[in-house]
């Protein structure tokens, strides 16, 4: 079987966190990680299962303007944050705009500041949206992975994602 991962990230975070749900993922799957700039159709194609996840901007999914902040905001040099490389490319929303339907099992998942959901928002509820409008059939609930206010993931975060993958592929394998 195989499992799909598709990321977008402008600070390294949610592509930690989905290279960790890769592992997890690889229990049950062969795995590719891909950032959403490189997931073509034809990637997900004759995938079992996709995750999608990207990071939570303005209480949900990212724009090209949150992510032309994020890099701006990555330019004040008291941060030291790095910026991926195709941070400025299509986002996940993009993504979708372009996607045709598919018929097969999917998870979505975000990165977001600690702190109740209801005040953070999170990017996640959108995936988990867009991804049933394209027919994919979302067999998880979305789940969060967290940051700090200084944008670093949280401890053990990965480990988190890793486990939380490797049970979504547990479920799948029994069903
Ligand atoms: C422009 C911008 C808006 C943000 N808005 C939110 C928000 O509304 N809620 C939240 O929890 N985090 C917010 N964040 C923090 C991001 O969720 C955090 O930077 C992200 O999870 C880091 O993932 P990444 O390294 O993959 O980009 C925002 C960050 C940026 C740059």
Do not use: C
């Amino acid at each position: 079987m195989r499992a799909v991962v598709v990321y977008e990230s402008m600070y390294g975070n949610t592509h930690r966190i989905a290279d960790a749900i890769g592992a997890g993922l690889e229990t049950a799957f062969d795995v590719r990680v891909v950032s959403v700039s490189q997931a073509m159709p034809e990637v997900i194609a004759d995938a079992d299962l996709v995750v999608v996840g990207g990071p939570t901007h303005v209480h949900g999914m990212s724009r090209a303007s949150t992510r032309k902040a994020a890099v701006q905001a990555a330019d004040k040099p008291a941060g030291g944050l790095k910026v991926e490389p195709d941070a400025l490319g299509p986002g996940l929303r993009e993504w979708f705009g372009s996607l045709g339907d598919y018929p097969v099992k999917a998870a979505a998942f975000d990165t977001r500041m600690h702190g109740p959901a209801v005040f953070t928002g999170r990017a996640a509820k959108g995936v988990a949206r867009m991804l049933r409008e394209h027919g994919f059939h979302v067999v998880a609930e979305p789940e969060s992975f967290l940051v700090t206010k200084q944008d670093r993931l949280e401890p053990h975060e990965q480990d988190r994602a890793r486990d939380w993958a490797a049970k979504l592929a547990a479920g799948i394998k029994q069903s």
